[in-house]
T-cell receptor
């Protein structure tokens, strides 16, 4: 069974700090990796995608992928209170399958 | 303007009733999905359609019946509602069903908050 694991949190960081969110996945053939942000009462919103080993930066967000360790992470630099949300890691595997989601990590950025 | 839309946004109903949720996407995508998100925020896939054809049918009670009249619409009908059906139901769409190979992802609608009393 394909699984995506995340710490549920809450992860509390002070404003301006770096928030580090982690995700591991069980299926070695997974090829695409996504981070979604979900504010309370809202729908998941795609914020980052990564397909190759290494780092991918987009503004204050950096996604990191290590396929050998089956590990994906999301770094949020200069964290703001508006970053407080649940972050969902999602993984795509080859074939006719939907994304597999982790249970999400709740991030709280304290002003 | 909305890419993936759902109606209604909120649904409060009594146990035993039958209700429907509608979803429409204007992205030109071929594949649509229904997810259930419980109180612990876990997103669980229920169904997926590709060009009106059912391609994924997870272990869901047969009180739940999806229908896709065309590739831009996916509806969910629920018979004999139970307390445990209370959740947020999200519709999503993607360009194609083979997400990994094409580096595609899914885009979510705003959700329908269902409360069964």
């Amino acid at each position: 069974q394909k699984e995506v694991e995340q710490n549920s949190g809450p992860l509390s960081v002070p404003e301006g700090a770096i928030a580090s969110l982690n995700c591991t996945y069980s299926d070695r053939v997974s090829q695409s990796f996504f981070w979604y942000r979900q504010y309370s009462g809202k729908s998941p919103e795609l914020i980052m995608s990564i397909y190759s080993n290494g780092d991918k930066e987009d503004g204050r967000f950096t996604a990191q992928l290590n396929k050998a360790s089956q590990y994906v992470s999301l770094l949020i630099r200069d964290s703001q209170p508006s970053d407080s949300a649940t972050y969902l890691c999602a993984v795509a595997t080859p074939g006719n399958t939907p994304l597999v989601f982790g249970k999400g990590t709740r991030l709280s950025v304290i002003a | 303007d909305t890419a993936v839309s759902q109606t209604p946004k909120y649904l409060v109903t009594q146990m035993g009733n039958d209700k429907s949720i509608k979803c429409e996407q204007n992205l030109g995508h071929d594949t649509m999905y229904w997810y259930k998100q419980d109180s612990k925020k876990f997103l669980k896939i229920m169904f997926s359609y590709n060009n009106k054809e059912l391609i994924i049918n997870e272990t869901v009670p047969n009180r739940f019946s999806p229908k896709s009249p065309d590739k831009a619409h996916l509806n969910l009908h629920i018979n004999s509602l139970e307390l445990g059906d209370s959740a947020v139901y999200f519709c999503a769409s993607s360009q194609d069903r083979v997400l990994a190979e094409l580096r595609e992802t899914q885009y979510f609608g705003p959700g329908t908050r269902l409360l069964v009393l």
